[in-house]
């Protein structure tokens, strides 16, 4: 399945960043535990593996980070 948007903030509740996979009008929620201060990067990769243990299929331009 595809995902038409991935988008990754940080979850000052939890303490940890959010990661919402958005397919049509479906929104799945997962929490990557990684620390504050990781770099673009390492969030992107940690995004998208879980957009991919979701079962998920998305493009690097559809992932949106926000600090």
Do not use: C, F
Request: aromatic share 4%; charged share 30%.
């Amino acid at each position: 399945m595809r995902a038409d948007r991935v988008e990754v903030s940080w979850d000052s509740s939890k303490n940890k960043w959010l990661v919402r996979i958005i397919s049509g009008e479906e929104v799945i929620r997962r929490h990557a535990d990684l620390p504050q201060n990781a770099d673009k990067n390492a969030v992107s990769a940690a995004a998208m593996k879980i957009a991919q243990d979701e079962g998920y299929e998305a493009e690097p331009a559809a992932l949106a980070v926000t600090a």
